[in-house]
Every structure is written in structure tokens, then in C-alpha cells.
């Protein structure tokens, strides 16, 4: 998903865009890991949204990224996040996100 936040994009679609970023980090994450269940806890969010001037809703929109985690780990779901408007991102990009994971050894 391309475009700004407060622009282009609505909330909702901004949500949406987070929501397919946790996705694919889980599709990446099974990848990497083999199983899913090797996962001990979400640690920590960085949520990065591409924001017109007078857009404050950030948080609304990485939540669509949080509330997944939630959905698929549960308590090992809840983690820390930081949701941050920015100017621009690679591609025209609307949102990217940093994922820390602990893991089972």
C-alpha cells in the first residue's frame, strides 16, 4: 500500500495496510522459524506511517498490525510499540513496521 496517511489514505485503509504487514512478517517468521509455536513473545513494535502534516492517528493505524499479533499470539501477542509519523518512506510506502520476536531456543 502506497500513498499518506491524512492524504490519500484513510484510517481504515491505513489499518488495513498494518494488518497485511503483520501478515507478511508472520509468513516471513514461519519461514525463518519452521513453526510458529517457536515463538515465546512479541517484545516489541516500531510502527512507522507515512503522514501528511496534520495527521495525529498513528496509533489507529498500527493497531491494525498490534491487534493481529493479539489475535494470532494471545498474551504472547501483547507487546511495547511505538507508533511514529514520518514524512516519507521508501517507495511511497504507507506504513512499515520493525518487529523484535523472542524466540524458543
Known amino acids: ?3 499518506k496517511l491524512g ?3 484513510t484510517i481504515e485503509q491505513g489499518y ?3 494488518r497485511q504487514t503483520a501478515i507478511n512478517q508472520l509468513s516471513v517468521l514461519k519461514e525463518m522459524l519452521g513453526d ?3 515463538v515465546k513473545r512479541i517484545v516489541k513494535v516500531l510502527g512507522l506511517v507515512n503522514s501528511s502534516p496534520n495527521f495525529i ?3 489507529k493505524v498500527v493497531n491494525g498490525f498490534s491487534d493481529l499479533m493479539v489475535d ?3 498474551e504472547k501477542g501483547k507487546h511495547a510499540r511505538a507508533a511514529i509519523g ?3 518512506l521508501p517507495r511511497g510506502q504507507a506504513v512499515e513496521i520493525e518487529l523484535v520476536v523472542e524466540v524458543y531456543d
Open 1 to 3: 500500500m502506497t500513498g
Open 7 to 9: 492524504g490519500n489514505v
Open 16 to 18: 488495513e495496510g498494518a
Open 36 to 38: 510458529l509455536n517457536k
Open 57 to 59: 492517528e498513528q496509533p
Open 72 to 74: 494470532v499470539f494471545g
Open 86 to 88: 514520518v514524512n516519507s
